[in-house]
């Protein structure tokens, strides 16, 4: 038991460590900002989060076999297009992308070290260049 608690600790420790080094980048610092920016603007919130209801409606509809009306689809490129118009909520979606990116490069590394059982080369790396089944990046 105490062999495990010892692993444990180091793992946590270098966890942190990690967590350390991530957020000491100029990119997170960025990313932080522009989700900031975000959270502090009801205008920008408002304008994704109505645009966020009408994609999951059109999901919904098109999943349950429901024909998409056109009056719905162009509701939801309107105001994809006013999003998309928006810097700070444009900000926002740009943030989230990067905050993914830098989530997968760190998933992808922990899984093939236990895929593995040995820290990964970038050879390794390269050869499974998916984020996974059914993530949909097509890589």
Known sequence: MQIITQTDD?????TLELCQAI??????????QRVDLFMANPTAQELYQNVTQMGRSLHDKQHQG???DDHDIAAFESGRD??????????????QEEMHQVQEGVRQFVH??????????????????????????HH
């Open 66 to 68: 429901i024909a998409l």
């Open 10 to 14: 180091i793992v946590r420790q270098k």
């Open 112 to 137: 093939k070290t236990f895929e593995l059982g040995r820290v990964p080369s970038e050879d390794d790396l390269q050869q499974d260049d998916s984020c996974g089944e059914g993530c949909g990046c």
């Open 23 to 32: 957020v000491q980048q100029p990119q997170f610092q960025s990313i932080r």
């Open 82 to 95: 006013a999003v998309l118009r928006d810097p700070v909520a444009k900000g926002f979606i740009d943030a």
